[in-house]
C-alpha cells in the first residue's frame, strides 16, 4: 500500500505542474533578439529551454529483462517487484546546440530489482526456475535533447551510456542432477558487470523564473547485448561465476528451457519516470531580457 501510495502522489504531482506553471503568466518571459519588434518590445525564436544549465533528476525505475521473464517486457502483466521508488538519482550538464537542441551530459546512480516469484507460480503450468536479484548502479550517459517547437517544452531525447551493475545479492532456483534424477536447487551469489546501453525518450518542461525549469521524463534504456560479463541482472551466469559451477542461459541469445523449448534472452534494461530541476544560465548576456510589457517600451529603430 505505501508503493501505490507513493505511485499515486508522484502522478498528482507531474499532473499539477502543468497547471501551476501556466499560471504564472506571460509577464516575465524570457527572450532573446538580434532585432527589435514594434509590438512586444523584444523577440526571438530561440527556445528558453535551449540553454546552457545543470539539472538534478530522480526517477522510479523499472526492471525487464530475463531475471522477471523472457521475451517482451511486461510479459505476464505489471509486476511490482520490479519498481524501484527513487531507485535513480542523476545529475546532468546542458550544452546548447543551435536553437533546437541541448547536448546532455549525466552520470546516474540507482537500484534495480526483481523477483518473478508470484509471476512464475501463476503459471499454467506453474515454472520452478524462480529468480531474484537486487543491485546498484552506476551511469555515465552522453545524448541529445531535441526541442521541436519554438517556444515550447516539448522534447525528444536520444542517447547512449554505459552502465555498472553491482550485482550485490542474485538468487537463482535450477535443476540439478542428484544420482539419475533431477532435484530442484538454490544458487545464491553475487557479481559484477558492465552494460552499454541505448537511451530513447521524450520529457516536456515548465518555466519556473528565469533561470529554473521543471521537466517530467520518460525514458527507456535498453542492452544492446546480453552475456555472462555483459548484463543488468546476473543472468545467464557463466560456471565461474558461482560455487556450484554450473552455467545458468546461454551466452549469446538463446537456451534450451526445462520444456526443451528455445527461448532467445530479452536485453536487460529498465523503463525510467522521473522529474528534473534544471538551473539555467547564457553566455549572451547582452541580448537578454524579461519581456515586461508594463517596463520594457517598444524599440523605435
Not at 532585432?35 to 526571438?44: D, E, N, V
Request: positive net charge; glycine residues 10%.
Amino acid at each position: 500500500m505505501k508503493v501505490r501510495h507513493s505511485i499515486y502522489v508522484l502522478i498528482g504531482i507531474l499532473l499539477i505542474l502543468p497547471v501551476f506553471c501556466m499560471a504564472r503568466g506571460a509577464n516575465d518571459r524570457i527572450v532573446w533578439t538580434t532585432k527589435a519588434s514594434r509590438q512586444t518590445g523584444l523577440y526571438s525564436t530561440k527556445n528558453f529551454f535551449v540553454s546552457q544549465g545543470v539539472s538534478t533528476n530522480i526517477s522510479a525505475l523499472y526492471y525487464f529483462g530475463d531475471a522477471d521473464n523472457e521475451g517482451v517486457a511486461f510479459n505476464g502483466g505489471f509486476n511490482l517487484n520490479n519498481l524501484s521508488l527513487g531507485g535513480g538519482l542523476w545529475f546532468s550538464y546542458n550544452q546548447p546546440i543551435g536553437n533546437h537542441c541541448n547536448m546532455r551530459f549525466s552520470v546516474l546512480a540507482g537500484t534495480l530489482r526483481a523477483n518473478n516469484e508470484l509471476k512464475f507460480n501463476s503459471l499454467n503450468p506453474p515454472r520452478d526456475d524462480y529468480r531474484r536479484f537486487q543491485s546498484i548502479i552506476a551511469q555515465p550517459a552522453v545524448g541529445i535533447q531535441y526541442y521541436p517547437f519554438v517556444h515550447a517544452g516539448l522534447y525528444l531525447y536520444g542517447g547512449v551510456a554505459v552502465t555498472g551493475s553491482f550485482n550485490l545479492e542474485y538468487d537463482f532456483y535450477y535443476k540439478k542432477r542428484v544420482g539419475s534424477a533431477k532435484v530442484r536447487s538454490e544458487l545464491q551469489g553475487k557479481t559484477f558487470a558492465f552494460l552499454p546501453m541505448i537511451q530513447l525518450g521524450f520529457g516536456y518542461s515548465w518555466k519556473l523564473s528565469s533561470s529554473l525549469s521543471l521537466s517530467a521524463e520518460l525514458l527507456v534504456q535498453e542492452g544492446v547485448i546480453d552475456t555472462q560479463y555483459m548484463n543488468l541482472d546476473a543472468w545467464p551466469l557463466a560456471k565461474n561465476q558461482n560455487s556450484d559451477k554450473v552455467e545458468l542461459g546461454g551466452t549469446f541469445g538463446t537456451y534450451t528451457d526445462r520444456y526443451g523449448k528455445q527461448q532467445i534472452h530479452w536485453n536487460d534494461g529498465w523503463f525510467q519516470l522521473g522529474i528534473t530541476l534544471t538551473y539555467q544560465w547564457y553566455n549572451c548576456e547582452h541580448c537578454r531580457l524579461i519581456n515586461n510589457y508594463h517596463n520594457i517600451k517598444p524599440s523605435r529603430r
